[in-house]
């Protein structure tokens, strides 16, 4: 296989981190790699693969000779705007994790289990979704293919790990009593019905992500959506409860025999021994795993799911480097 150069902006961030763990994990075939940050960070140093890399500043002048065929970015949308036009210029196709480029109509959005034939349609920018969005995509696209969805009502339970390492320090210096500095609350013994900024319609933007993605994803503008996330005190692994209206009339059984052959699915689904998905188990893995499963008797053809991921590799860092696998094979 040929091997790609590679470049990771955002490099010494968690996501950054996750990226090369997960290019090690896959054995993604690499030539040369190259690290980049903000100034502040610039001059670190990084272990890959047992060799030790220095990590470079984020500048035009520091990218254009390097030839870079993949740049996967998790430095924030503003970063994302200003470089990932500069690296496209340059020949690079951008991997972006931001909010940046999502529901731009000419980049696409995806997810290599649900919509890789989108990735043929760049222009040197491929958006990855939200975190909540990209597990909640991988269990729901079986059914989309074979009954059809008319609705979907998204609960969902967020690690803290989602608002970055901030978020993180919120949680474990909570318990040790302390203020926090991420979060308006405390989040430690508790959780916050509130992700990012609240809009003029009630809803925060994560909920609205939520549904404007999904949308995009499913090519499907009129899919009826409604959204309420919520931040837990769990370090990692975001667990979601959907609710979702069919098209057609299902059998249960049927169901569970379209989880245990689902691409990226990992059915975790037997309560009379108490088996579930949970957080823990997620964690560092790239699969979604999905329980709970059960007829909504209070509506017509309607199903409830629990559905829980890894939200730093399935839901970042692995999304990303998948879709350069599918990249690759054309390179």
Not at 8 to 31: C, H, Q, S, W, Y
Not at 151 to 157: H, K, L, V
Request: proline share 5%; net charge negative; aromatic share 10%.
């Amino acid at each position: 296989m040929k091997k790609a150069n590679v470049g990771i902006v955002g490099a010494t961030g968690m996501v950054g981190r996750t990226f090369l763990k997960v290019l090690e994990e896959r054995n993604f075939p690499i030539d040369n790699l190259y690290l980049f940050s903000s100034k502040k960070s610039a001059g670190s140093k990084v272990e890959f693969m047992g060799k030790e890399y220095v990590v470079e500043e984020l500048t035009e002048d520091n990218i254009k000779n390097k030839k870079i065929d993949f740049a996967l970015f998790s430095a924030g949308g503003d970063v994302s705007k200003e470089y990932a036009p500069v690296f496209a210029r340059y020949g690079a196709v951008v991997i972006d994790n931001s909010s940046a480029w999502r529901m731009d109509p000419e980049i696409p959005l995806v997810v290599p289990e649900v919509n890789p034939e989108d990735i043929k349609w760049n222009k040197g920018i491929i958006a990855n979704p939200n975190c909540s969005t990209i597990q909640a995509m991988v269990a729901l696209k079986p059914l989309q293919d074979k009954y059809g969805i008319k609705r979907i009502i998204y609960s969902t339970y967020q690690a803290v790990s989602g608002a970055g390492v901030g978020g993180y320090n919120d949680l474990y210096e909570g318990y040790k009593g302390n203020a926090p500095k991420k979060f308006p609350y405390p989040i430690a013994g508790n959780l916050l019905p509130h992700i990012d900024v609240f809009l003029e319609n009630g809803y925060t933007k994560e909920e609205m992500k939520m549904v404007d993605e999904t949308k995009k994803i499913l090519h499907d503008d009129n899919l009826k959506i409604t959204a309420t996330t919520v931040r837990v005190p769990v370090a990692y692994g975001h667990s979601e409860s959907i609710n979702v209206e069919l098209e057609k009339e299902f059998e249960l059984a049927d169901i569970f025999e379209l989880y245990k052959n689902a691409d990226g699915v990992v059915l975790k689904d037997d309560v009379k021994n108490l088996v579930y998905p949970m957080p823990i188990d997620a964690a560092g893995h790239d699969e979604v795993f999905v329980g709970r499963i059960r007829r909504d008797f209070s509506s017509d053809n309607a199903l409830n799911l629990w559905v829980v991921a890894d939200n730093i590799r399935k839901g970042a860092a692995s999304n990303a480097v998948q879709i350069a696998e599918v990249l690759l094979k054309d390179l």
